[in-house]
């Protein structure tokens, strides 16, 4: 979930016209070819790859439109869990395994063995993580994707697929496919080079096949049914193809691009399906126009919150959710769900003392503002004195404390459908 092309307030127009004229042609050029090369999606998703946007229109014909959300930075949800959660209460449900797919909010590493200047293997990153060292966690220490295999009693942490030297132990108990800097859109790890989510699909059935030779095909199929797998990406899409770039914002408008959006992962929810995953879950996009480099970049002088693309997040995650349900029904022996966090996500937000943070706006590291990746490292940036404080470690990610508390109540009150009956 990371975000390079940041552009200083105090830089001027024409500046900005040289840094981003590249990515426009890069950008342009790939989508008019796709448009070109791919036929149109069909009106609820169908099981390929990678279904083709529509071009900018003044509606989506075809797809139900979502209701427009208020537009407002933060709704009001219901109130979320204690400032210092316990571990979360679980059902006797065993998963044999965990499989996370997405952005770098379950990236626990695999960004580390490819090339792209998309990575967080150096300090102070991963300063709270067991034994003080960084793991390509874009974090100071764990992230949901360990907090969901910690929780539900599988394991500890959750290994990088792509990590050299994973024992059959750490293959057969489930591992990580994501990319930092990935999304449901093709474009989106382009300029960064990270992992496509096409791709993570086929690391996903290589790993089946890796599986298949340990411990047999009947028990391997068994295995991957019986597993919970966990989807979180989209918020780069917004972020950084559609509002950083606006490469995409030339060909659709934000009702055409949050229904592609919602369509490609639903198609990649189907390829999940017939790779033989039965129990997945899609986690939708947060507020992200209340993270601090939101704030610096787009939130005027006093740093508010980016209303537009928090808007844009609340429309997406109603169609994800909608379209989610209409191929749930037409699987069987499956459990297919959309899980919200903007609600929680928001309430943290909008009542930090509640859960025992003073700082919303800024990240720990650095001046907090702007620093992600390369830019928050150990030899430029200082750390705040209290990182528990603080809701967001870097300008873009929150803290593990943060983590800790969205994971356990996903944890605690969205995990019931997956309980076998």
Known sequence: MMKYNVVSPSCSKLFRCVLFLPLF???FVASARRLEQVPEPSPRPAPVPQPSPKPKPSSSPGLTPAPEPKPCPCPSPSPGPAPTPAPPRTRNTTFPAIFAFGDSIVDTGNNDYISTLVKANFPPYG???????????????????????EFLGVKPTLPPYLKPGLTHEDLVTGVSFASGGSGFDP?????????????????????????????????????????????????????????????????????????????????????????????????????????????TARGGLKRKCFDEINVA???????????????????????????????????????????????????????????????????TSLLCSNVSSYMFWDSYHPTERAYRILTKKFVETDMSPFYDK
């Open 25 to 27: 042609f890069i950008f």
């Open 127 to 149: 300063m709270n993580f067991p034994h003080g060292l960084p793991t390509g966690r874009f974090c100071n220490g764990k992230i949901p994707a360990d907090f969901i295999a």
């Open 187 to 295: 474009l989106t790890p382009i300029v960064v080079s990270a992992i496509p989510m096409s791709n993570q699909l086929t690391y996903f059935q290589e790993y089946i096949e890796k599986v298949k030779g340990f411990v047999g095909k009947e028990k391997a199929e068994h295995i991957i049914s019986k597993s919970l797998a966990i989807v979180i990406a989209g918020s780069d899409d917004l972020a950084n193809t559609y509002y950083g770039t606006h490469a995409e914002e030339l060909l659709y408008d934000i009702d055409a691009y949050t229904s592609y959006m919602a369509s490609s992962a639903s198609s990649f929810a189907m390829q999940l399906y017939e790779s033989g995953a039965r129990k997945i879950g899609f986690i939708g996009v947060s507020p992200i126009g209340c993270i601090p480099i939101q704030r």
């Open 313 to 379: 997040a609340q429309l997406f995650n109603t169609k994800l959710s909608r379209s989610l349900h209409s191929v749930a029904e037409t699987l069987k022996n499956a459990t297919l769900v959309y899980i919200d966090i903007y609600s929680l996500f928001a309430h943290m937000i909008q009542n930090p003392k509640e859960y025992g943070f003073d700082e919303i706006d800024r990240g720990c590291c650095g001046t907090g503002m702007v620093e992600l990746g390369p830019l928050c490292n150990q030899f």
